[in-house]
């Protein structure tokens, strides 16, 4: 599967943004979707997961503000994001996890920089 994010940009501190994950594919019974950010200079974070149930998943830093859903088609994964703070800004990528008889393979869109300033 390919993935491209969008939806980035440079806001102010308590702005939102929603972040949309395109996939090549369907992603429903096949994939769970997750969130990861990247802020400079830092490791790599799961933001944000959803499995194919619906059951969704947050770090504690974004709980009640961040939503994670998916289009009706499977096909596109958002990230709403409300009440931004600074520590928000990061590198934002999707990423899409498939089991396989070698193990979990993960695919990787481009990302989108999310910038909050305060």
């Known amino acids: 599967v390919q993935l491209q994010a969008s939806g980035g940009g440079m806001v102010q501190a308590g702005d939102s943004l929603r972040l949309s994950c395109a996939a090549s594919?369907?992603?429903?019974?096949?994939?769970?979707m997750r969130w990861f950010r990247q802020p400079p200079g830092k490791e790599r974070e799961l933001v944000a997961s959803i499995a194919s149930t619906d059951h969704k998943t947050y770090v504690d830093s974004v709980k009640g503000r961040f939503t994670v859903s998916r289009d009706i088609t499977g096909k596109t994964m958002f990230l709403q994001m409300n009440s931004l703070k600074p520590d928000d800004t990061a590198l934002y990528l999707c990423?899409?996890?498939?089991?396989?008889?070698?193990?979990?393979?993960?695919?990787w869109g481009q990302g989108t920089q999310v910038t909050v300033s305060s």
């Open positions: 990423n899409a996890r498939r089991g396989s008889a070698r193990g979990p393979e993960d695919f």
């Open positions: 594919e369907s992603t429903f019974g096949l994939y769970l």
